[in-house]
């Protein structure tokens, strides 16, 4: 059974500005930021504005201007770290893997041989987020 939407979820905090993020991207209906704990370099995680626990409660407009982003910020991403691919997923509801329940889409640039760290292993060096979103942003702006 779905639980309701919680606007204390972590994500909604980011949104509100009460918690700090590394932001690469923002419009009037999306963010973009650097996950705390990547699997690799340069995972960042794109988020609408409005709410929805996952992709089954979201409105498909809002999936479509989501999407859009994901694909402006994945672009950036590649082209930052000349990552060789890229892996995109969304989980939805703890059984299918989702920690935090505002939905969001991750991003992660994929290099030969180089394997994905763990899902939400550890938390990464708060310099070096700064550092890679600085890159991202660069290549959004580029
Ligand atoms: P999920 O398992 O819900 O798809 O992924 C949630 C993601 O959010 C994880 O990859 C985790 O590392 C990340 N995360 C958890 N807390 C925070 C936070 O406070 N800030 C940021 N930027 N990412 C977070």
Do not use: C, W
């Amino acid at each position: 059974m779905t639980q309701p939407y919680d606007p204390q979820n972590i994500f909604a905090k980011i949104l509100r500005g009460e918690i700090p993020a590394h932001t690469v991207y923002e419009d009037e209906h999306t963010l973009a930021f650097m996950d705390v704990m990547p699997q690799g370099d340069g995972h960042t995680l794109v988020i609408p504005k409005a709410p929805s626990r996952g992709l089954l409660d979201a409105d498909p407009a809002v999936l479509g201007r989501l999407f859009a982003t994901v694909q402006k910020v994945a672009a950036a991403a590649k082209a930052a770290f000349q990552a060789d691919g890229l892996v995109i997923y969304q989980y939805n509801e703890p059984a299918g893997g989702q920690t935090v329940f505002h939905l969001h889409v991750h991003i992660v640039p994929r290099f030969e041989g180089v394997p994905l760290r763990r899902h939400a292993g550890g938390m990464a060096n708060g310099e070096l987020l700064a550092a890679h979103a600085k890159k991202i942003r660069a290549a959004l702006s580029g």
